[in-house]
């Protein structure tokens, strides 16, 4: 797989709590040396985030709910209109997934619905932390995204038990139709995870070893 189109998928992603403004600078240099899909960041460093991106072609991805998804709605609801108003173009919401597992399937829908509504034609990407799921779970969770009219089913947080697996990417891929799309995240640090991921059904990688990612390739 060439290595444009390996950058094209990656969402260059740091999301620590301790993240600096130079941290952000580096972030974004090294997005526009690889031509990476986009930067994901946390809410507030959004702002500084396109002060340093706002004349290239590569996109701003926040977080919202995150990494727990257990904030209440009218709180996700908001927190994706500031994002988008501060220069956000995608969005990964994190599902409430103790909702989830308690069976109350129509509130859980209810929230995917309005954050895609609110989000309208920018991305928003529901993240639904399959480790945390059984794969009956995982099923009904990614019908419920397409359901939902979102844009992208995500495996993961990466800062859950695990991360993404091929496993459960064509778990995802097999339970949904095309139209929608899978965000593969946590624990991807290699360039034979990201070909694995993608080769499964994904078409979007979150990764913090995104650079170490196409350094590898250039060793081939």
Do not use: W
């Not at 991805?61 to 709605?73: D, K, R, T, W």
């Not at 991360?163 to 778990?171: D, K, M, Q, S």
């Not at 095309?178 to 593969?184: D, F, G, Q, S, Y």
């Not at 360039?191 to 650079?211: E, F, K, P």
């Amino acid at each position: 797989m060439r290595k444009n189109i390996i950058a094209s998928c990656i969402d260059h992603t740091l999301l620590k709590p301790d993240v600096s403004f130079s941290q952000i600078n580096q972030l974004c240099q090294e997005a526009q040396t690889y031509d990476f899909h986009s930067v994901c960041v946390n809410p507030s460093l959004i702002n500084e985030t396109y002060k340093q991106l706002k004349s290239t072609p590569v996109k701003i991805c926040s977080v919202v709910g995150f990494p727990l998804g257990a904030n209440i709605s009218t709180s996700k609801l908001m927190e994706i209109e500031t994002c988008l108003n501060v220069g956000a173009s995608e969005i990964d919401m994190v599902m409430n997934i103790g909702l989830f597992k308690s069976g109350k399937l129509k509130i859980v829908s209810k929230e995917l619905k309005e954050a895609k509504q609110l989000t309208g034609d920018k991305i928003i990407k529901i993240i639904i932390e399959t480790s945390l799921l059984t794969k009956e779970e995982i099923i009904t969770a990614s019908k419920m995204v397409e359901t939902s009219g979102s844009d992208f089913i995500k495996t993961s947080t990466g800062f859950s038990s695990a991360g993404a697996t091929t496993e459960n990417v064509l778990l995802i891929k097999n339970s949904v139709s095309p139209e929608i799309l899978i965000k593969a995240a946590g624990g991807i640090t290699s360039l034979s995870q990201v070909q694995a991921m993608l080769n499964a059904g994904a078409s979007r990688i979150g990764t913090s070893a995104s650079v170490r990612i196409m350094k590898e390739i250039s060793l081939i």
